[in-house]
């Protein structure tokens, strides 16, 4: 639900941005970020590395814990989130009146930001082998947004993932997600 964001980053393009993490022990940490949004990232050509068409700033914040239980070292991450958006953004339906501008006729309302929050978690339930990823996995998440400014204002899966299942082929993985995006009230 965030990547489908206008002016969210995801590979292969890259933004400035810088990260802090603090941990105070290996199990829990809280960090954050600021990083630059930039709808056309890298420019015309892909090389461009510099702040040209930088609209603002993108900030999260997240807790997590990482347990592992028990003799098998079971993993486990859990996840909670907050996003900001410091950029300027057209709302989906309405102009500066409240009355919709396909209608009015009047450009859309700008609004300054917007935001999103998150859960997610995924952890082991059986281990198949000595690699840390080798095992049985429940994961799942949901993403709340903004449905006055983003098209996906929630989205959530609920995935199983196996992965070492045949012990001869320990980098085989096997799979089923499920997902779900609710499109904004405003956009539809």
Same mark, same amino acid.
Request: hydrophobic share 35%; aromatic share 12%.
């Given at each position: 639900?965030?990547?489908? #964001?206008?002016?969210?980053?995801?590979?292969?393009?890259? $933004?400035?941005?810088?990260? &802090?993490?603090? *941990?105070?022990? *290996?199990?829990?940490?809280?960090?954050?970020?600021?990083?630059?949004?930039?709808? #056309?990232?890298?420019?015309?050509?892909?090389?461009?590395?510099?702040?040209?068409?930088?609209?603002?700033?993108?900030?999260?914040?997240?807790?997590?814990?990482?347990?592992?239980?028990?003799?098998?070292?079971?993993?486990?991450?859990?996840?909670?989130?907050?996003?900001?958006?410091?950029?300027?953004?057209?709302?989906?339906?309405?102009?500066?009146?409240?009355?919709?501008?396909?209608?009015?006729? !009047?450009?859309?309302?700008?609004?300054?930001?917007?935001?999103?929050?998150?859960?997610? /978690?995924?952890?082991?339930?059986?281990?198949?082998?000595?690699?840390?990823? %080798?095992?049985?996995?429940?994961?799942?998440? !949901?993403?709340?947004?903004? #449905?006055?400014? =983003? #098209?996906? =204002?929630?989205?959530?899966?609920?995935?199983?993932?196996?992965?070492? &299942?045949?012990?001869?082929?320990?980098?085989?993985?096997?799979?089923?997600?499920? /997902?779900?995006? %609710? !499109?904004?009230?405003?956009? $539809?």
């Amino acid at each position: 639900g965030v990547s489908a #964001k206008r002016g969210f980053t995801t590979f292969p393009n890259s $933004t400035w941005g810088a990260r &802090l993490r603090v *941990s105070p022990n *290996s199990r829990w940490y809280v960090q954050t970020g600021v990083y630059q949004v930039r709808p #056309k990232a890298g420019g015309k050509y892909g090389f461009d590395w510099g702040w040209s068409n930088t609209t603002g700033a993108y900030i999260p914040v997240e807790a997590g814990w990482e347990p592992s239980f028990g003799p098998d070292e079971l993993n486990g991450h859990y996840k909670i989130g907050f996003t900001a958006d410091t950029s300027r953004y057209d709302d989906l339906l309405y102009d500066a009146n409240g009355v919709p501008f396909p209608i009015s006729g !009047i450009p859309p309302a700008r609004h300054g930001g917007r935001h999103s929050v998150y859960v997610l /978690a995924d952890q082991m339930l059986h281990r198949n082998g000595k690699g840390s990823e %080798n095992g049985l996995v429940v994961l799942g998440g !949901i993403t709340a947004s903004d #449905k006055a400014t =983003s #098209k996906v =204002s929630r989205f959530e899966f609920a995935a199983i993932r196996d992965q070492g &299942l045949i012990a001869a082929r320990p980098d085989d993985v096997a799979g089923l997600r499920g /997902a779900h995006a %609710n !499109i904004s009230d405003r956009l $539809t």
